[in-house]
């Protein structure tokens, strides 16, 4: 089992709809958790933390459940400039240079 | 505020050829530094990463290596490139403390012909 799975996609969702993507990963001792965007052939910019008790950031809502092991993004009233590829990010406890990327959820809003 | 520097943006070097890459942090002091390789349509894979001056851990056995001569410099090797080592580059740091996020340069896209 990977160590961090995500759906490939691609996702395509007309403007303004609420879309959302999970990742789950491996290994219960992770501590750390992120959501990043890539642009295409950019590299990788860091989007939200996600934290225990659920964080929103305007349009964007990450949640974490740590009993099923999988992070979720809810992008709601989605725009045009959203199209991205999201990367899911997991750190284990004490392991800061362990860093696993997800391979991404590609999303793309259509007018 | 801290800044990440990496050159050059793009690359296209022979099959055989050396290779360097060089990144460069600027506003922080020990960062952990990393070096990541993205393939087409893939995902990143952690290449080196490296928690002081001299300090460098390798994660995939490769014909690249790195070297880090100063504390917010970090450097990526090869004495002969595959075509296999083409790809985007990325170099990353974070600081020394739990539940710190990583931050990426612009990368380099190499290509080897």
């Known amino acids: 089992r990977k160590e961090v799975e995500q759906d490939p996609g691609p996702f395509n969702v007309p403007e303004g709809a609420t879309v959302a993507f999970n990742c789950t990963y491996s290994?219960?001792?992770?501590?750390?958790f992120f959501w990043y965007r890539q642009d295409c052939r950019k590299e990788p910019k860091l989007l939200m933390s996600?934290?225990?008790s659920g964080n929103e950031d305007g349009r964007f809502t990450a949640q974490l459940n740590r009993a099923s092991q999988y992070i979720s993004l809810l992008i709601r009233d989605s725009k045009l400039s959203d199209s991205a590829t999201y990367l899911c990010v997991v750190t284990p406890s004490g392991g800061y240079q362990k860093v696993t990327f997800g391979i991404g959820t590609k999303l793309q809003v259509i007018p | 505020s801290q800044t990440i520097h990496q050159w050059p943006a793009t690359l296209v070097q022979p099959v055989g050829s050396p290779l360097s890459l060089e990144c460069t942090v600027e506003g922080t002091s020990n960062p952990n530094l990393y070096w990541y390789r993205q393939a087409a349509g893939r995902g990143l894979q952690l290449l080196f990463y490296?928690?002081?001056?001299?300090?460098i851990s390798s994660e995939v056995p490769q014909n690249l290596s790195a070297s880090r001569p100063q504390d917010r410099q970090f450097i990526l090797s090869s004495k002969k490139l595959l075509l296999s080592d083409s790809g985007f580059y990325l170099c990353?740091?974070?600081?020394?403390?739990?539940?710190?996020?990583?931050?990426f340069g612009n990368g380099t896209r190499l290509t080897v012909t």
């Open positions: 996600v934290y225990s």
């Open positions: 990353a740091w974070s600081v020394h403390r739990d539940n710190s996020p990583l931050h």
């Open positions: 490296s928690v002081g001056i001299g300090q």
């Open positions: 290994n219960s001792a992770s501590q750390s």
